[in-house]
């Protein structure tokens, strides 16, 4: 299901947008070519140049360029290649999609837009993207956008974030501003707050931006993990999203990416059950001419619904090149 395109002069896009593996998005500050350069060669889903807050305000315009040289320069291989710009309510936002899309459109996946709150911001930027591909000659509606939810108004909004575009590809949870914006008692990001014994404090969150994902067809990405030396925690928290139905994660270090494409996986003993429903449910199926109800694969009763969860993970085993 696609959202309607409502709004006139945003793009329309024919088709769904194409399920790109996103198990790993490794963070990179946009003014750093030397981690640029290196982020190139490593096993990283996506890669996102920043603008925002790995950039310090001086640097801000000055990182545009160096981003647009790396993209031009090329060498990211089947990586998704993604800028994170600054938020709307700077006054950096339109400076950097217009010098960021303007040099590298042709070799730009997506734009990430930080603390996104209402639907409109995402329609505006859908607007200048619009325009710039038209102006620059590059496939209308190709540029997707990455929606970041960090902060109470954002959340409230995230279905219609969501829905407000055929260009977004993913919603991803901001974890470290949406704690401050909330007041949470706690400083280590993606760690449960001292004090709330009682659950995953996340929980609510998480599931708001899943199901918003999963109503309009979007990925859900999960946020930084900030003790980067510990890579069990790393693990452990990841995998508390990856089991909800998340489709990958921020990394900050190169140490966290295997862990990420690991933990967002199907596990190999899933991916081969998964085939193996697919197949028999295929073989009993056009035995029977046609549709038909529940079967058995060995002790295990499969039904419609059983091949539809076979294909969710079928499907992320092959994006995975399992
Ligand atoms: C990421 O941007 C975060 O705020 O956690
Ligand atoms: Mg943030």
């Given at each position: 299901?696609?959202?309607?395109?409502?709004?006139?002069?945003?793009?329309?896009?024919?088709?769904?947008?194409?399920?790109?593996?996103?198990?790993?998005?490794?963070?990179?500050?946009?003014?750093?070519?030397?981690?640029?350069?290196?982020?190139?060669?490593?096993?990283?889903?996506?890669?996102?140049?920043?603008?925002?807050?790995?950039?310090?305000?001086?640097?801000?315009?000055?990182a545009?360029?160096?981003?647009?040289a790396?993209?031009?320069?090329?060498?990211w291989?089947?990586?998704?290649?993604?800028?994170?710009?600054?938020?709307?309510?700077?006054?950096?936002?339109?400076?950097?999609?217009?010098?960021?899309?303007?040099?590298?459109?042709?070799?730009?996946?997506?734009?990430?837009?930080?603390?996104?709150?209402t639907?409109?911001?995402?329609?505006?930027?859908?607007?200048?993207l619009?325009?710039?591909?038209?102006?620059?000659?590059?496939?209308?509606?190709?540029?997707?956008?990455?929606?970041?939810?960090?902060?109470?108004?954002?959340?409230?909004?995230?279905?219609?974030?969501?829905?407000?575009?055929?260009?977004?590809?993913?919603?991803?949870?901001?974890?470290?501003?949406f704690?401050?914006s909330?007041n949470?008692?706690?400083?280590?990001?993606?760690?449960?707050?001292?004090?709330?014994?009682v659950?995953?404090?996340?929980?609510?969150?998480?599931?708001?931006?899943?199901?918003?994902?999963?109503?309009?067809?979007?990925?859900?990405?999960d946020?930084?993990?900030?003790q980067?030396?510990?890579?069990?925690?790393f693990?452990?928290?990841?995998?508390?999203?990856?089991?909800?139905?998340?489709?990958?994660?921020?990394?900050?270090?190169?140490?966290?990416?295997?862990?990420?494409?690991?933990?967002?996986?199907?596990?190999?003993?899933?991916?081969?059950?998964?085939?193996?429903?697919?197949?028999?449910?295929?073989?009993?199926?056009?035995?029977?001419?046609?549709?038909?109800?529940?079967?058995?694969?060995?002790?295990?009763?499969?039904?419609?619904?059983?091949?539809?969860?076979?294909?969710?993970?079928?499907?992320?085993?092959?994006?995975?090149?399992?």
């Amino acid at each position: 299901m696609s959202a309607p395109n409502a709004t006139p002069g945003t793009t329309p896009r024919t088709g769904p947008r194409p399920l790109r593996a996103r198990r790993s998005n490794l963070a990179v500050p946009g003014s750093n070519p030397k981690m640029i350069e290196k982020a190139k060669g490593l096993a990283a889903d996506q890669v996102f140049l920043d603008l925002e807050d790995a950039v310090a305000p001086i640097a801000k315009e000055g990182a545009r360029a160096t981003i647009v040289a790396a993209l031009t320069e090329g060498g990211w291989g089947n990586k998704v290649r993604t800028v994170r710009v600054n938020d709307w309510t700077t006054k950096w936002t339109f400076g950097d999609v217009l010098e960021v899309v303007g040099g590298a459109g042709a070799d730009l996946d997506c734009i990430m837009l930080p603390k996104v709150q209402t639907a409109e911001q995402v329609v505006a930027l859908d607007l200048l993207l619009t325009q710039l591909e038209t102006a620059h000659g590059f496939e209308p509606g190709r540029i997707g956008i990455e929606a970041q939810i960090e902060n109470a108004l954002g959340l409230t909004n995230v279905n219609a974030i969501a829905a407000a575009s055929p260009r977004v590809e993913a919603i991803i949870f901001g974890p470290a501003d949406f704690m401050a914006s909330i007041n949470m008692k706690s400083l280590v990001v993606g760690e449960q707050p001292p004090g709330y014994d009682v659950g995953d404090a996340y929980h609510y969150i998480l599931m708001q931006i899943l199901m918003a994902a999963r109503a309009y067809d979007k990925l859900a990405i999960d946020g930084p993990y900030l003790q980067i030396r510990d890579v069990e925690g790393f693990t452990r928290v990841a995998s508390r999203s990856a089991a909800l139905g998340f489709d990958g994660k921020w990394v900050l270090h190169p140490g966290q990416i295997d862990a990420a494409n690991e933990v967002y996986s199907p596990r190999q003993e899933d991916y081969d059950h998964a085939e193996n429903i697919l197949d028999a449910y295929a073989h009993f199926t056009s035995e029977a001419g046609g549709a038909r109800g529940a079967v058995m694969l060995g002790d295990e009763m499969i039904d419609e619904a059983s091949r539809k969860m076979a294909l969710v993970i079928s499907a992320k085993g092959r994006a995975a090149g399992m």
